[in-house]
């Protein structure tokens, strides 16, 4: 087992790190994120159940064969442990921490099959642990307000894949996690679909660093600035962007005022045309 509760950013950078070393393929990766994002319900209980078709949803693995073997090589990389139960029970898991850390990123699945990853990765990792322990005060603090911010995100848009998760730790370094996590309220508030938040929270944030914002209460401000400019180009514009028609005064016509007297009739002549008498008479 594994010692102690895991954290969420440190064990999936470790993740990505053992990668390196031992390469998985892309179920594998999509199958651990789901065994985390489980785990995290669970509040990184050591040892947790999960239905396989649970599994399967969220990593996107179609056939139960191939989710099998795509389990089994978790396992004997030594990234998961698992050990099934009697009947239609879902399986037991743990996930092993990976963190150079701890001193516990070896594992397997417990049997013959399992492969440590203590061998050749051992070098790697003590070279690994040599060049951040010195920073590990000040990565604890980073890491949990990425793991604030990342858990915000799954409780939205559902587990941030690689890209988003890169993403998320730039702006997290550069604005703060105070001043990320407003922006993905924001675009919760809107309910901004999942293929679109990245861009918007991106376009949120990018309006912050032009006008210098570095507070909440200066986001606060921007944000309610932004919601009247908005509002008032909705009252000046159609859907669409056309323009509302200028309003036009409606008179009323003539000939329904109580003193109007309607136009005489003019006087037709026309010398040109003959006397009834000369009609009579013909040529």
Known sequence: MRGGKLNYITQIK???DKLENDPLNSSAIALWHALMAQNNKTAWSATFTVASSVLKQKSGIKSDSNFFKVRNELAQAGY?????????????????????YSGDSSGGNGGDNSRGSSGDNSGALNKLNKTKRNNDDDKGVT??????????????????NAIVQQDLTNWVSEFGSDLVNFAVTIAGSKQIPAKNSVKY????????RELKVTTIEAAKKADVEHQRKMERERKANRPGGYKLPRRIKETLPDWIQDDYEPPKPAKYENKDLPSFDEILKGD
Do not use: C, H, M
Not at 84 to 95: E, H, M, V
Not at 201 to 208: M, S, T
């Open 143 to 160: 890491n949990t307000a990425e793991q604030n911010t990342w858990e915000l995100w799954q409780q939205l848009w559902g587990f941030p």
């Open 80 to 100: 998961i442990k698992w050990s099934p139960r009697k009947g239609n029970q879902a399986a037991i898991y743990s996930i092993l921490n990976l963190s150079p």
């Open 14 to 16: 470790a993740f990505y």
């Open 201 to 208: 929270v991106d376009r949120v944030l990018e309006g912050w």
